[in-house]
Each structure stands twice: as structure tokens, then as C-alpha cells.
């Protein structure tokens, strides 16, 4: 059974810091690619942050470059997102996503909402 866990978020303070985590299991997580996206109340859901499957490649959404850093733990099944400086404009449902890096396979979490608010 496949299955994508986030957790992390919350409320926090403009300028403050979270790090969301997405444990899965049910599949062999070196073997995906891996992203965070979000969706805000009205709008589409968007891209956020790509890992490879080895983690040497990284890619950011201009909107949080230099703020935010995605990373993997391949012998824990896990991947983050370090959010710092955020925003009121990053206030979302995160959601984890996996891409099979050679086939077809995708799946997704069931979302973490990460609200930015004083």
C-alpha cells in the first residue's frame, strides 16, 4: 500500500520558520523523484521544490528561491522542505509528490496546511 505522510505544518509568524517532512512507504523511494508542491484558497496548485532521486538536483520556484530548501533522507523513506523568512503569500495545503525517475508512477500525499499569519 502506498502512502505519502506529510506533517510540519501549522500556523506560524510572518518571517518564521517550518520544516515539513513527507515519510513514505509502499514503494522504493530512491527509485523517485521528489517535489513539494502548494495550493492556496482559489488558486492552482503549484510547483514549489523538485529533488532528484539521489539528491544532487535541486529546483525552486522563483517565489521561493533562497528562502526555502528541499532535501531527502534516502534511508529514511523521507523528504523535507526547510521554510525560513515565510511569507503570508505561502500560506497553502503542501502537498508531497513522487514520480517514478525511469516509468510512470505518481503519487501523492494527502497535504499539510501551513498557515502564515500574525
Known amino acids: 500500500q502506498v502512502q505519502l505522510v506529510e506533517s510540519g505544518g501549522g500556523l506560524v509568524q510572518p518571517g518564521g520558520s517550518l520544516r515539513l517532512s513527507c515519510v513514505v512507504s509502499?514503494?522504493?523511494?530512491?527509485?523517485?523523484?521528489m517535489s513539494w508542491y502548494r495550493q492556496a484558497p482559489g488558486k492552482e496548485r503549484e510547483l514549489v521544490a523538485t529533488?532528484?532521486?539521489?539528491?544532487?538536483?535541486?529546483n525552486y520556484a522563483d517565489s521561493v528561491k533562497g528562502r526555502f530548501t528541499i532535501s531527502r533522507d534516502n534511508a529514511k523513506n523521507t523528504m523535507y522542505l526547510r521554510m525560513n523568512s515565510l511569507k503570508s503569500e505561502d500560506t497553502a495545503i503542501y502537498y508531497c509528490?513522487?514520480?517514478?525517475?525511469?516509468?510512470?508512477?505518481?503519487?501523492w500525499g494527502q497535504g499539510t496546511q501551513v498557515t502564515v499569519s500574525s
Open positions: 509502499g514503494f522504493t523511494f530512491g527509485r523517485y523523484a
Open positions: 529533488i532528484t532521486s539521489t539528491g544532487r538536483t535541486t
Open positions: 509528490f513522487a514520480e517514478e525517475s525511469i516509468g510512470v508512477r505518481r503519487y
